[in-house]
């Protein structure tokens, strides 16, 4: 059974950082995309960034330059290390995990994804 669990979140002033966590177990294919997708109240959700086993990474626009996707060696864990954050970025983020590589549309197609974590709150205040 493929799980993914989210961790990290939690509350920060404006301008401030958080590091999330994303730990994926049962995971037996060779070919992979982990993407992290965040929604707010009232809003779709949203693909942020993503890194696949080819290896690609993407981000979103809304981010680039203020979030860093990376993941371990043995790619059990992917991490969204996130800095000046605002309240703009104020919503629930999930991990999610596809059967195969990523391109850069998959971050606009969250049904492409097959496996998703509960995901972990980030509140921004002004």
């Known amino acids: 059974e493929v799980r993914l669990v989210e961790s990290g979140g939690g509350s920060v002033q404006s301008g401030g950082s958080l590091r999330l966590s994303c730990a994926v177990s049962?995971?037996?294919?060779?070919?992979?995309?982990v993407a992290w997708f965040r929604q707010a109240p009232g809003k779709e959700r949203e693909g942020v960034a993503f890194i696949d086993s080819y290896p690609s990474t993407h981000y979103a626009d809304s981010i680039k330059g203020r979030f860093t996707m990376s993941k371990d060696s043995a790619n059990s864990h992917f991490y969204l290390q996130m800095n000046r954050l605002g309240p703009e970025d104020t919503a629930l983020y999930y991990c999610?995990?596809?059967?195969?590589?990523?391109?850069?549309?998959?971050?606009?197609?969250?049904?492409?994804?097959?496996?998703w974590g509960q995901g972990t709150q980030v509140s921004v205040s002004s």
């Open positions: 049962g995971y037996t294919y060779s070919s992979f995309c």
């Open positions: 999610a995990a596809a059967r195969l590589v990523c391109a850069t549309r998959r971050l606009r197609e969250p049904g492409f994804f097959d496996y």
